[in-house]
């Protein structure tokens, strides 16, 4: 589904009437439109399904990378910084680092394509803790193994700025797939 630039414009501009503002005023004439362009970019993960994420991937491989490979070594990527939205009042999660951890089972995947799933699935409407599930379930359905570690940090403006106000709280969470679950001595590389 595609995401519907004429009808956010819309939408802006009444809302910045709803908040008692002149659309038409020179601060604001183009607010609309850059709105609309801002969210075609910071959104652009709502376009796609996780599977569909995955085959993009899948193909980039196809096309660029052959990294078949027997390693059975765990690879860490730490420290991808995100930006993401929080569903309840789209505000800004900020301050987050992913670390994702995987053993491969015959496909090694180029560490950016880690970085680049982190980054669609952190474009849409979240949570922090669904971040961390999309991100295993793609990179599982991208090398094909189930053992799958993703750990995230994070500050929700929903909490600094506004409501409880806690400036400095961070909220971490993590999510573990096939051996990382069932053998804790895994979760060592995710600290
Ligand atoms: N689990 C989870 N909760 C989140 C996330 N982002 C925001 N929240 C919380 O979602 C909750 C929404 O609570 P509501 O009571 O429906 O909304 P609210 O009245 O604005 O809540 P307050 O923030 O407490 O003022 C709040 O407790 C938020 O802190 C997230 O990524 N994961
Ligand atoms: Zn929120």
Known sequence: MAIDSAAIKEHIRGLLIALGDDPDREGLKDTPERVAAMYQEVFEGMNYSNHEIAEMFDKTFEDELDFDDDSKDIVVVKDIEIFSYCEHHMALMFD?????????????????????????VS?????????????????????????????????????????????????????LRGRFKTDPNLQFYLR
Do not use: F
Request: contains cysteine; hydrophobic residues 40%; charged residues 25%.
């Open 96 to 120: 987050m680092k992913v670390n994702v951890a995987y053993i491969p089972n015959g496909r090694v995947i180029g560490l950016s394509k880690i970085a680049r799933v982190a980054d669609m």
């Open 123 to 175: 474009k849409r409407l979240q949570l922090q803790e669904r971040i961390g599930t999309d991100i295993a379930e793609i990179m599982q359905e991208i090398t094909g193994s189930e053992d799958v570690a993703v750990t995230i940090e994070g500050s929700h403006s929903c909490m600094s700025a506004r409501g409880i106000k806690k400036a400095g709280a961070k909220t971490y969470s993590t999510t």
